[in-house]
């Protein structure tokens, strides 16, 4: 069986929300436009065919997307240079439903397997039932604690059912630290998490290979073993 993971990706999907230098409130989002439309590409096919052809442009942190080490270190390596042997992995979903708004998580409130090295670990928070509205900004997060012991487990991939591995008030940013720092790749925005407990899958998060982008939209789905 096959569990997509992944959100629509549409044109004004929401994205994340910045102020600029300026002050300005600037959103990230994707554009969707014909670039060819069926009825101007039939003349060049004697209106024997016609075909549309799209023009897209988005910024990489919008819609359920993976973060290379690049995205939070200089010069660190991008999204071409990720391997597919690193985005397939087998997974688990950890249990995070009872958290709430702006919520801290500790390692003692929720439960591990014992078994993490190489693992792609996902965190559900339920948190995709809020996707495109105001609470889906004001998400939980695991804690310092968290993010420590699971890089000293040497898990290969950290993903959440929200906008952001780590607090939007906390600067230093230490889940996109401490995982990209050792190569551990980061998935957010993920959907559907919670027809993947108690079950054995693998995990795909792909991207294009995108040569010296840092971030870059995927298609994530599971594939539950029977």
């Known amino acids: ?3 997509d993971l992944s959100h629509v990706f549409h044109d004004g999907m929401p994205g994340v929300r910045f102020k600029r230098e300026t002050g300005e409130t600037v959103e990230l989002t994707a554009r969707i436009r014909p670039y060819m439309t069926h009825a101007q590409s039939a003349r060049h096919y004697e209106g ?6 799209s023009d897209v442009a988005f910024q990489s942190s919008v819609g359920t997307k993976m ?5 939070r270190f ?9 391997g597919l042997d690193r985005l397939v992995l087998d997974g688990v979903v950890i249990d995070a439903r009872h958290a709430g708004p702006g919520q801290q ?18 965190v559900n928070f339920d948190w995709d039932r809020h996707w495109g509205s105001e609470i889906y900004r004001s998400h939980p997060f695991v804690s310092r604690e968290v993010v420590t012991r699971l890089c000293d487990a040497g898990i ?3 993903g959440v059912d929200c906008a952001n591995v780590d607090s939007t008030q906390d600067a230093e940013r230490p889940a996109h630290t401490c995982f ?9 925005n993920l959907t559907g998490l919670s027809r993947l407990h108690g079950v054995p899958f693998r995990f795909f998060s792909i991207p294009l ?5 840092a971030a870059f939209p995927v298609r994530a789905f599971a594939e539950v073993r029977e």
């Open 1 to 3: 069986m096959i569990v």
């Open 48 to 53: 024997k065919a016609s075909f549309e052809i």
């Open 67 to 71: 973060d290379a080490p690049r995205h």
């Open 74 to 82: 200089e010069g660190a390596d991008d999204v071409a240079s990720i």
């Open 105 to 122: 998580l500790a390692w003692t409130d929720m439960k591990f397997p014992g078994h993490l090295a190489g693992r792609a670990v996902l």
């Open 156 to 158: 290969a991939l950290f």
């Open 180 to 188: 990209l720092r050792q190569g551990i790749l980061i998935v957010e």
């Open 209 to 213: 290979k995108a040569r010296d982008a």
